[in-house]
């Protein structure tokens, strides 16, 4: 090979060994078409994707900062489970926050874990939190990502492409049918109570 | 030389006692396009009238950060990088160029450059001034020739660097009385700073005084150069040893430095540890002159000394116990979405003037303990003592209570 091309070569690849790729992340809710009836409790999960695949460089996620908006008129907010990719909270390997609000809830985490184990631990496509509801109305909801700040294992900002919403359709709870047992419970009693008359009154 | 050591004492006085914030850099400064125009610092005849200022800047993997500089044409620039956080195994390169501030042209070469000229694989350079206009200095890291982020440094967690710019004519005034040969007789330096030309020479040693507060970051860097060029006297064969004494004028614990670069000069960087703050001295002398007495017999040769005090700021250290852990990253989550109250703010790690959970990430990287375990402090005997006193106390009374009844 000439040797300047083979120079060119080289200094190509070793420019690309060491420019970062600058990778775009997406936040989405899953699943995202929900039916609950009324009354009921159902759960969104919030998924990051278009992590870097694990090696070097890569891109792991150190801490999250994300903002869902929903119909307080048609569902309320119920709890926030996070994850445990970021370290278990449990366990003092990551740090949480809920604020809740009205129609809104703020959740954050910070893992104090080493980037190293954050790398080892996460996969591309991972839940950072499930969120639980409860259909409190009848009618449709829209449960919304509006606003995220992503850093990753050094506290630096990972650029988020896309954030993610759910779709939430609460019915009214359906009315009961009598059960057989209460009619065969009723049925009895009234053939009781006749056949007791029966007896009791002389003719 | 009595008269020059008068006229740096009157000005000691007129700037006041109080050391200067450091200048903290604005995100993002980086080379080229889309990054805006590197901010102007002040002028050095106004804004920073000892000549030295102190910027403060995090450095991360790919990133460049430029600082601009209004200077004229035969003033000498001096440049010293510090990292008071992770002592020298930091790898840093600056640049200094010449371009007009709209101007933000990646392919602009370098005036000068330097990538281990400080402590460790620290960086600092002097460049004598040529042109009158906008200079600018750039902070990368090691292997990015071109200033445009093609580095790793900073990979595992920003690297918190101190960057002292000093200017001075060329050659630097020449501040030194000669007759500071003592303690007692040390030559004043304004509080805050300054930017000097001094003489050493066999059985010589130089003593200079100034005032520093608690927690301020004093940073103390001596160069070697030929009047008027960007050569050294004698390239840096010349052998220096820095010494700090604190106001009872013993040595301070970490305050000397023999060979902190380039060559065999001498660099340090030190935090006025809490009740240590007032009148300091720097002494300088030569090689082998361990009690600053005069033993030594390099020179004779003329040093720039650049002496730098900024108030510390001590990133991510909420409850300022001195040890950064879980209460304090606690404490950064829990604020997300305030402004910081300034750039001392210790919540605002990247310092972009807004606490965000990023600063909370930020922080866990400069944790004492793993997973930022809280810090454990063993109780002291006396506590003890005390209980058992209560115990012995609280069983005689019971024993009195019981032989009454």
């Known amino acids: 090979m000439n040797p300047n091309l083979k120079t060119m070569v080289l200094g190509a690849l070793v420019f690309l060994a060491l420019v970062r790729p600058a990778s775009s992340i997406s936040i989405d809710l899953v699943p995202a078409a929900v039916s609950s009836a009324v009354g009921d409790t159902f759960s969104v999960n919030v998924v990051v994707s278009g992590l870097v695949p694990q090696g070097s460089p890569r891109s792991e996620v150190g801490a999250f900062d994300l903002d869902l908006t929903f119909n307080s008129a048609a569902v309320s907010l119920v709890s926030v489970a996070f994850g445990v990719l970021l370290g278990n909270p449990g366990s003092g390997e990551a740090l949480t926050s809920v604020v809740p609000g009205s129609g809104l809830v703020n959740f954050a985490e910070v893992s104090l874990l080493p980037s190293a184990t954050l790398d080892a631990l996460q996969p591309d496509t991972f839940t950072l939190a499930t969120l639980s509801f409860q259909a409190t109305a009848p009618g449709t909801s829209v449960l919304s990502l509006s606003r995220a700040v992503v850093g990753d294992g050094s506290g630096l900002a990972l650029p988020v492409a896309s954030l993610g919403a759910a779709d939430v359709t609460a019915s009214a709870p359906a009315i009961p049918e009598p059960r057989g047992f209460l009619l065969f419970v009723i049925g009895l009693a009234t053939v009781g109570a006749f056949g007791a008359r029966r007896r009791g009154v002389p003719s | ?405």
Not at chain 2, 276 to 294: C, E, H, Q, Y
Not at chain 2, 341 to 347: A, E, I, L, V
Request: proline fraction near 7%.
């Open chain 2, 1 to 405: 030389m009595r008269r020059a050591a008068l006229a740096l004492l009157v000005a000691a006085l007129a700037l006041g006692r109080s050391a200067g914030a450091a200048i903290p850099e604005t995100e993002p400064n980086g080379r080229g396009a889309p990054n805006p125009i590197p901010p102007l610092l002040g002028s050095f005849s106004s804004a920073f009238g000892n000549g030295v200022a102190v910027v403060t800047g995090d450095l991360t993997e790919g990133d460049v950060d430029f600082f601009a500089l209004n200077l004229t044409a035969g003033q000498l620039l001096l440049v010293a990088l510090f990292d008071p956080e992770r002592g020298e195994l930091n790898d840093t390169r600056i640049g200094v160029f010449f371009e007009p501030l709209s101007q933000n042209d990646p392919t602009v070469p370098p005036v000068a450059v330097n990538d281990d000229g400080g402590p460790g694989f620290l960086s600092r350079l002097a460049v004598p001034i040529d042109q009158t206009g906008i200079w600018k200095v750039g902070v990368t890291g090691y292997r990015d020739t071109l200033f445009q982020g093609a580095h790793l440094e900073g990979r595992d967690g920003p690297v918190h660097y101190q960057l002292i710019l000093a200017v001075a004519t060329n050659p630097a005034t020449r501040s030194e009385s000669q007759n500071n040969n003592t303690l007692a007789q040390a030559d004043a330096l304004p509080t805050g700073g300054a930017v000097l030309q001094a003489h050493l020479q066999p059985t010589d040693v130089d003593f200079f005084a100034l005032s520093v507060a608690d927690a301020d970051q004093l940073t103390v860097s001596l160069f070697d150069l030929q009047s008027g060029s960007f050569d050294s006297a004698r390239g840096e064969v010349n052998d220096t040893r820095i010494q700090l004494f604190d106001g009872n004028g013993l040595p301070v614990s970490g305050g000397d430095n023999d060979d902190g670069g380039p060559g065999f000069l001498s660099n340090l960087s030190v935090t006025v540890p809490p009740g240590a703050g007032g009148r300091w001295t720097i002494g300088v002398t030569g090689f082998r002159d361990l009690g600053f007495t005069g033993n030594h017999l390099s020179g004779p040769f003329d040093y720039e000394l650049i002496v730098s005090t900024a108030a510390a700021v001590e990133r991510c250290d909420v409850n300022a116990d001195g040890f950064v852990d879980e209460s304090d990253i606690n404490a950064i989550l829990n604020a997300r979405g305030q402004p910081a109250t300034g750039p001392d703010d210790p919540r605002d790690a990247d310092g972009d003037g807004q606490i965000t959970v990023l600063d909370s990430r930020a922080c866990t990287l400069l944790c004492g303990n793993p997973n930022c375990a809280a810090k454990v402090t063993t109780p002291a005997c006396g506590s003890l003592g005390i209980e058992a006193a209560a115990a012995i106390v609280l069983l005689g009374a019971m024993r009195r209570k019981g032989a009454r009844g």
